[in-house]
């Protein structure tokens, strides 16, 4: 909806944000061609995660967390894993942190190409939404639909399902997926490769809007290998802390027009700051397998990508990765692993954090000495990212005030839509309106 | 004659039950050819006006305004299908109806003030007549899928409403109840997930909600037996399906007899 004020202003408002997953809507004040003000409003109704946590036991965050969000219950149950286990002074083995790789891989896979497909690329080819895009083009949705169906397998045999799996635990797993089960996804996992590929191919193609945004990207770095289910955070000021760190970095607030709380890094001094794909790579290109490598270099990215139109690039990136990843898992594991690890409970805080597709999600518990959680607080990607989200809004709008309304509006959608932003995780969000005055 | 009209309407909820709708990859090119999606916020910009022949409902109502919203669906709707444990028990955001929201607003917000809520969250039948209540946490694809088939020749969708049970036998399952005396909701919870849990090696959590003759009472004397405390089995029965009604009365049986102190895991 766009309405001239009488005082020559104008307003901009979607009240009803597509193809993104949960509640928002986009507001947008504009006078003499100057931004007045930029709303992401996050309307998706509370549902208190983090108050009915507490007086619950240490083993049940994992189920809990997870109907957090549909897209990404790994996420949730992996970070909330570690940060358990942290608590309790746990070091899972290797096997487990493996299997855990595995499981995120297929949540990547699925997330990603759900993302790529069916919501993001039908702003570049101009369609409505994925179902137009088939009638014109089946073969680019049929591989959209393979990729994120693989995704969706590996999570199926490695957590019993895709939405909400049963088989994560604290301390691992309650059963091992066997050999021959996994050995089932190997040809799903080749195509699925061929697929990535074409993806990149795809995507890579597309016609991207200039622009450059200085946000500081914010993503965690393992050891070893492409950020998935672990590491440091490190940030693009050259910053680096462990995880426990995080919270004295972090300070989450509240505005009125949402009811996810926003964050701010070191008390917001260098600007917004944002998680992602464009904040992974940025900080860990060099840890791509050769594949990814080689996808990136093919896809026109250099060592940074600053431009968030072309986060479609990167999530295609990471899909080669993902799918690289899962079969170098797949060809090393044997069977005979122990499916967990005992994990008695004592007092103490434990942090734990992780890659979401959407980028770090991280977890924070307090617990008594019988298990009882006490204290829960989540600060879930989307949530990070609505400054950033914000700042490309305003920087947008300025530079692109001669656009039509209708073009204009689209493309802020679009730009929304740059970050996957995920509502139902948020808020614990979005409305889009622009206001021209 | 023109195909039916489908709507998907969000409340309260995490997504995965619509989700589920573009999680059948195989089925859902076909599907479009047979209805017209025509309200899918998740899938697409495209806004097809109603009146819908099918609306499904994700969520629960938690808030004034989806208390209004959830009637003008309803107007809109010849059919309405509620899927999934948010829309039909209220989802596990209905643990709020067991405290004070007050006080969960301000753990969560510091700013409760700019925060809208109501103190309980309630399934979309306690509101408007509901068609069909598909249920789990999520939902099952094939279960929905065939509620969709059923809608689409215009009849009853074939949804088993007896427990867990009967799919670990047909799947072939050794109990973990009887073989490795794992507590296990199976006996009171209705099938439709392939009995997954069991098939995991951990007892059912009941996410699907009760069955058609749940006896809670018996179930709950053999988790004691299995080792399970007060505290354990009041919040096995008070997680993701908290407010139906079975569930909700085997948790108050447990309310009083709770120690606090006693959380195992």
């Known amino acids: ?108 896979i699925e997330s990603h190409a759900l993302h790529v497909y069916l919501l993001h690329a039908p702003d570049f080819l101009g369609y409505d939404g994925a179902v137009d895009l088939a009638a014109d083009h089946p073969s680019v949705v049929e591989t959209g639909l393979r990729l994120k169906k693989a995704g969706n397998q590996v999570m199926t045999v490695v957590g019993g399902r895709s939405i909400h799996p049963v088989n994560v635990r604290v301390g691992g797993f309650h059963r091992m997926p066997r050999t021959s089960e996994l050995s089932a996804l190997r040809p799903v996992l080749e195509q699925a490769l061929e697929d990535a590929l074409a993806t990149l191919r795809l995507v890579s193609g597309f016609d991207f809007p200039d622009m450059e945004q200085p946000h500081e990207y914010v993503a965690l770095r393992p050891e070893v290998g492409y950020p998935i289910e672990e590491g440091r955070v490190v940030t693009s000021s050259g910053r680096g802390f462990d995880v426990r760190d995080f919270p004295l970095h972090l300070d989450e607030y509240q505005v009125p027009h949402s009811h996810a709380l926003h964050a701010r890094l070191d008390g917001g001094t260098r600007g917004p700051y944002v998680v992602g794909p464009l904040a992974r790579y940025t900080l860990n290109h060099d840890r791509l397998g050769d594949l990814a490598r080689d996808a990136a270099r093919e896809g026109g990215l250099a060592a940074e990508c600053r431009n968030p139109f072309r986060s479609i690039v990167v999530r295609a990136v990471e899909l080669v990765e993902a799918v690289s990843e899962a079969l170098r898992i797949l060809d090393v594991w044997t069977d005979g692993a122990a499916p967990s690890v005992p994990v008695p409970p004592r007092a103490g805080e434990g942090f734990g954090a992780s890659e979401a597709p959407r980028g770090i999600l991280f977890h924070r518990y307090v617990l008594d000495a019988d298990g009882v959680i006490r204290d829960a607080q989540i600060v879930p990607p989307t949530s990070q990212n609505q400054a950033g989200v914000e700042a490309d809004l305003r920087a947008l709008v300025e530079g692109w005030a001669d656009l039509d309304d209708h073009a204009l509006q689209h493309r802020c959608e679009q730009a929304i839509r740059n970050y996957d932003p995920c509502i139902s995780c948020a808020t614990h969000f979005l409305d889009l309106s622009v206001d021209r005055s | 004659m023109a195909k039916p009209k489908l709507a998907v309407w969000k409340f309260a909820s995490c997504d995965g039950c619509q989700l589920t709708l573009l999680n059948c990859e195989d089925e859902l090119l076909p599907l479009a050819g047979q209805v017209e999606i025509a309200y899918f916020p998740e899938a697409t ?60 607003r301000s753990v969560v917000y510091a700013h409760p003030e700019y925060v809208e809520t109501l103190d309980r969250s309630t399934p979309i039948a ?32 074939r949804i088993s409403s007896h427990s867990v049970c009967f799919e ?97 895991p």
């Not at chain 1, 286990?85 to 990547?108: D, F, K, N, Q, S």
């Not at chain 2, 509101?127 to 009853?156: M, N, S, T």
């Open chain 2, 45 to 104: 910009r495209a806004v097809v006006e109603g009146p819908y022949d099918v609306s499904l409902v994700e969520g629960s109502i938690t808030t004034a305004d989806d208390l209004e919203r959830i009637q003008q669906v309803r107007a809109a709707s010849r059919r309405l299908i509620t899927i999934g444990a948010c829309a039909t028990a209220g989802g596990i955001q209905a643990l709020r109806n067991f405290a004070d929201v007050e006080e969960f």
């Open chain 1, 1 to 108: 909806m766009n309405h001239r004020l009488t005082d020559g202003g104008q307003v901009m408002h979607v009240d009803t944000l597509a193809r993104v997953e949960g509640e928002g809507a986009m507001h947008i004040e504009l006078r003499d061609g100057r931004v007045i003000d930029v709303q992401l409003r996050i309307y998706e109704p509370p549902r208190f995660y983090e108050a009915f946590l507490r007086g619950r036991a240490w083993t049940e965050p994992p189920d809990i967390t997870a109907r957090i969000c549909g897209i990404c219950p790994v996420a949730y149950q992996m970070s909330a894993c570690w940060a358990i286990e942290h608590a309790c002074g746990v070091t899972v083995p290797e096997a487990i942190r493996l299997m855990r790789r595995l499981l995120y891989c297929g949540e990547w």
């Open chain 2, 168 to 264: 670990c036998k047909r799947r072939g399952n050794v109990c973990v109840t009887v073989a490795h005396g794992t507590p296990c909701l199976g006996p009171v919870t209705q099938a439709g997930c392939g009995a997954l849990c069991p098939s995991y090696d951990r007892g059912c959590y009941g996410c699907f909600g009760p069955q058609n003759t749940p006896n809670t009472a018996s179930l709950t004397t053999r988790l004691r037996v299995h080792g399970m405390d007060e505290g354990q089995v009041l919040r096995v029965f008070r997680t993701f399906n908290a407010a139906s009604e079975v569930f909700l009365r085997a948790s108050e049986r447990h309310e009083t007899a709770r120690t606090s102190e006693e959380v195992t």
């Open chain 2, 126 to 157: 306690a509101h408007v007549p509901v068609d069909f209540e598909l249920r789990g946490c999520p939902i099952d694809k094939h279960q929905l899928l065939e509620v969709l088939a059923a809608e689409i020749q215009g009849r009853a969708p």
